[in-house]
């Protein structure tokens, strides 16, 4: 089984800045793209960023300029530097990993964390 924590979320004014962090664990065999998203209330989830494994990524449009993805291979963290952040920015954001096991069947799936919230606010 393999499961994904992230941390860093909290309560931040308009225009300051938080760093999100993913620790993925377990029966890992590989690490394949990962990727944030958020969810805000009453809106569909959204990606926000996605890194390959050889650390090219794609930003959404809002946050370009203003967030910046980092991976870790060797320790299967990912991280999400949140600067300038807005209201609009206010959402839990999600950790997701494709993943490979290979226990007694070799298996290949997308797997996602808790969610931590985060909130831009006076």
């Known amino acids: 089984q393999v499961q994904l924590v992230e941390s860093g979320g909290g309560l931040v004014q308009p225009g300051g800045s938080l760093r999100l962090s993913c620790a993925a664990s377990?029966?890992?065999?590989?690490?394949?793209?990962m990727g944030w998203y958020r969810q805000a209330p009453g809106k569909q989830r959204e990606l926000v960023v996605s890194?390959?494994?050889?650390?090219?990524?794609n930003y959404a449009d809002s946050v370009k300029g203003r967030f910046t993805v980092s991976r870790d291979n060797a320790k299967n963290l990912v991280h999400l530097q949140m600067n300038s952040l807005k209201p609009e920015d206010t959402a839990v954001y999600y950790c997701?990993?494709?993943?490979?096991?290979?226990?007694?069947?070799?298996?290949?799936?997308?797997?996602w964390g808790q969610g931590t919230q985060v909130t831009v606010s006076l």
């Open positions: 997701n990993a494709d993943v490979e096991t290979r226990g007694s069947r070799w298996i290949r799936r997308v797997y």
């Open positions: 890194i390959s494994s050889g650390g090219s990524t």
């Open positions: 377990g029966s890992i065999f590989s690490i394949y793209a």
